[in-house]
């Protein structure tokens, strides 16, 4: 067996919920080297959160350094904390990094930025990160926010998808999440060439879903990289998912929500969790 490297590009979570150490755990599932550009460090105390950026100088030696070798089979996109590391990343990735799969989860975290700093960020995604991608996963509030349209029916969020598409990207998974009506899980697929799917999973009652959205892009990056077609990528990914927040892992008492697991389908092939 030949072990293959893949690539985040993302914040660190000093609690592994999401980040670059969600990734990487998943990347391990799949029987990937993951290979890391941490390009913020995350602290969380009390459930409240504080990102600390990394200078964008290192964080280009840092993509400089792993671009340098060969036999990278995908690149997963998390966290970029500001309009130059958005821009820096882009650019990049468009001069040095063609044919890999590139899947772009459009991490919008902006408690601690003002309304213009939010337009900039949201307009430099649009403008750079989303034409050089093979799959952008946004979730509900940021498909609102790169579609520039209110979403609140599975109808809504196919709409935002496609038009997002317009953007450039290959494709678009957008998650509909626990935030639409009903008892399912829906999330839509929409391709360049036409492709147009909805995948569904029961919705759960687990409060373990702290790094649902970087494990599901980490994961379809991972079956991206194993040369699956995008429609079963996007499918396992989302069962993968699933599986993590039936799992998870609680916090303690000071945390509401507790994070995904991404050993929870390996465990299950083990016999070690009882479905039943």
């Not at 893949?6 to 919920?17: M, R, Y």
Request: glycine fraction near 8%; hydrophobic fraction near 45%.
């Amino acid at each position: 067996m030949v072990v293959r490297k893949i690539v985040t590009i993302a914040g660190s979570d000093s609690l592994a919920g999401g980040g670059i150490q969600a990734d990487l755990a998943t990347f391990d599932e799949y029987y990937f080297q993951g290979l890391s550009v941490i390009t913020s460090i995350v602290t969380v105390i009390d459930d409240d959160f504080t990102i600390h950026p990394v200078a964008p100088k290192l964080v280009l030696e840092q993509m400089q350094s792993i671009f340098a070798l060969e036999d990278i089979a995908a690149v997963k996109i998390g966290l970029l904390p500001s309009q130059a590391h958005i821009e820096l990343v882009a650019n990049f990735l468009r001069e040095h990094v063609q044919d890999t799969p590139t899947i772009v989860d459009p991490v919008m975290v902006f408690k601690e930025t003002d309304d213009a700093d939010t337009t900039k960020m949201v307009q430099a995604m649009r403008t750079n990160l989303l034409p050089i991608a093979t799959v952008v996963t946004p979730n509900l509030p940021e498909a609102e926010l790169l579609s520039g349209q209110p979403i609140h029916s599975s109808a809504d969020l196919t709409n935002a998808a496609k038009q997002i598409l317009q953007l450039g990207s290959q494709a678009v998974y957008a998650k509909g999440g626990t935030r639409l009506a009903g008892n399912q899980v829906s999330d839509v697929l929409v391709t360049q060439t036409g492709f147009e799917a909805i995948y569904t999973q029961p919705k759960l009652t687990a409060k373990t879903n702290n790094g649902a959205g970087c494990t599901l892009s980490a994961a379809i990056a991972s079956n991206l990289g194993q040369a699956q077609p995008l429609a079963d990528a996007v499918q396992k990914a989302q069962a993968f998912v699933h599986a993590g927040i039936a799992h998870g892992v609680p916090l303690n008492q000071s945390f509401d929500i507790g994070n995904v697991w991404q050993g929870a389908q390996r465990a299950i092939r083990e016999g070690k969790i009882d479905e039943n």
